[in-house]
């Protein structure tokens, strides 16, 4: 495992995500939604099938799943997510969507608990209850300064939550690549269902910002998988949390967006929680067998 390449290349793939969704915001301005998000999924099931058929073991056995409703719940999952999210980006812009979801990773550590039976000590439901603090700092429900739709954003993380936890359920008796392929495969059958009626003729000025779409998609996906390719996953995981600054670095420059003093802290309460919750699971004991 070379952890230092490995940390180099999360960083870049996080920070294609980022251009990725400020380019989603971009076009889910001018198009449909659903049309935008159907593109993206055409893009990463292309990729994904692309990989299966380099493989020894071909485009049959990234099908073969043992859990195959469970994969179809997950796929479900992350469509409705991305969607929401790419709608709110629309409402409440990048940064004010993200500050948010950033909460996501302590709702998958709460629902860790009873749904795959870890242990949680008092200090991962505290890091829970930081973060939900720094979620009502953002919100401030009550000041009229947010509207209904500062919530969506909080909705997709509890998909995201559910589809993560989801993942590491199946994990324990799915192989990887059938986890990988399923989400993009079935995402882009359900995606083209529902996005093809919205269908809009592209303009001649947009297809470059499309093309790039496509392209970024792509990138980001293969950095992240040869990320995990070459490193382990606690060794990368907290850089995630930089997808963070490249939003607001991009939300500020190209769509004039402003990071407000409430949403900074609460989004650094969420985030320094978050960290401190992944540092705890890095310190616990392993249990020998």
């Known amino acids: 495992m070379n952890n230092r390449k490995g940390i180099l290349l999360m960083i870049a793939a996080i920070a294609a995500f980022a251009v990725q969704d400020a380019l989603s915001r971009l076009l889910a301005g001018q198009y449909n939604t659903l049309m935008v998000v159907m593109i993206r999924y055409w893009v990463f099931a292309a990729f994904v099938i692309t990989l299966a058929l380099r493989r020894p073991e071909g485009l049959r056995a990234a099908l073969r ?46 629902l860790s608990g009873p749904i795959l039976g870890e242990k949680l000590t008092w200090q991962r439901w505290a890091t829970v209850g930081v973060g939900l603090i720094g979620v009502l700092i953002i919100l401030r429900p009550g000041q009229g300064v947010f509207s209904w739709a500062a919530l969506l954003p909080l909705i997709t993380a509890l998909f995201f939550a559910a589809y993560s936890v989801l993942t590491r359920l199946t994990a324990r008796e799915e192989a990887f690549f059938p986890s990988f392929f399923w989400p993009a495969f079935l995402g882009a059958i359900m995606m083209t269902a529902l996005g093809l009626p ?27 998988q040869k990320t995990y390719e070459v490193a382990e996953a606690s060794a990368v995981q907290p850089f995630a949390y930089l997808h963070f600054v490249f939003i607001a670095l991009l939300g500020i420059t190209f769509f004039d967006e402003h990071l407000a003093l409430p949403v900074l802290i609460g989004a650094a309460l969420i985030i320094a929680a978050g960290i401190y919750s992944l540092l705890q699971t890095r310190a616990a004991p392993k249990v020998s067998r």
Do not use: K
């Not at 999210?85 to 629309?90: E, F, P, S």
């Not at 919205?198 to 992240?224: E, G, H, R």
């Open 65 to 110: 799943s043992r859990r195959p409703a469970a994969q179809a719940l997950r796929a479900t999952l992350l469509v409705v997510e991305i969607c929401v999210m790419v709608y709110a980006y629309t409402l409440i812009g990048l940064i004010n969507a993200h500050a948010v979801f950033a909460v996501c990773p302590l709702i998958v550590v709460a």
């Open 198 to 224: 919205q269908w809009q003729p592209i303009q001649t000025a947009d297809a470059p910002i499309f093309a790039t779409y496509a392209v970024i998609s792509i990138l980001s996906n293969w950095l992240l």
